[in-house]
């Protein structure tokens, strides 16, 4: 696609509740990165793709959170049982190496009651 | 703690005004890049400076990179109320760490 797609763009969900948030990357991009960013905040990493495989989830903050990706592109991170402190933009990217810019989506908005 | 540090974490300017925001960092880096986020989603990749690099431009922007202080500035000059945004630097560290590691960035304001 022209850019990187985020869905959903916006979900609230009950503390307890599983959610899974999905990218689609820019066609051809092999790397896919994970981030999340609490309200006012940088960015943290979570997780980062190469092809299918993960060399470093190093960021994911709990086994609660766990992400894949299949056929070198679309990716979803899933986070079961979500906590208040959950509650964030998770951010993706993807660039077609890794020593250039990223190209991000426009984030989903989760926030857990 | 962030490997990358941005400097003022605040900035604000009148319209016409150049505008410069510096960045620190710790470690030796492949290439350090900075990036635009409005409204608090979605990144911009604005321009990448690589470690070999010393200066930059590109428009309006031009980063400076001095690796012996380990810092980059990004100027911005003759802003324009549409350059409200956030601004971050990322550092492509050197070894095996492959994804950007962000700062904290700086709130710029440009009032018309």
């Known amino acids: 696609g022209a850019g990187v797609s985020q869905s959903p763009s916006n979900k609230v969900t009950e503390k307890g509740k599983d959610v899974e948030l999905r990218c689609d990357p820019i066609?051809?991009?092999?790397?896919l990165y994970w981030y999340r960013q609490s309200l006012g905040q940088g960015l943290e990493f979570l997780i980062y793709?190469?092809?299918?495989?993960?060399?470093?989830k190093s960021g994911l903050p709990s086994d609660r959170f766990s992400a894949e990706r299949t056929g070198g592109s679309v990716s979803t991170l899933t986070i079961q049982r979500t906590q208040q402190e959950d509650s964030a933009v998770y951010l993706c990217?993807?660039?077609?190496?890794?020593?250039?810019?990223?190209?991000f989506g426009s984030g989903t908005r989760l926030t857990v009651v | 703690s962030q490997q990358g540090e941005e400097d003022p974490q605040a900035l604000s300017i009148q319209e016409g005004e150049n505008a410069t925001m510096n960045c620190s960092y710790k470690t030796s880096i492949n290439n350090l890049q900075w990036y635009r986020q409005n409204s608090g989603r979605g990144l911009v990749h604005l321009i990448l400076i690589r470690s070999n690099e010393r200066e930059k431009h590109s428009g309006r922007l031009r980063v400076t990179l001095d690796t012996s202080k380990k810092s980059s500035s990004l100027l911005i000059t003759a802003s324009r109320a549409a350059d409200t945004a956030s601004y971050f630097c990322a550092t492509d560290l050197s070894g095996s760490a492959r994804q950007l590691t962000f700062g904290s960035g700086t709130q710029l304001t440009v009032l018309p």
């Open positions: 066609s051809g991009h092999t790397a």
């Open positions: 990217a993807s660039s077609w190496g890794t020593v250039s810019g990223y190209t």
């Open positions: 793709f190469q092809g299918n495989s993960a060399p470093d």
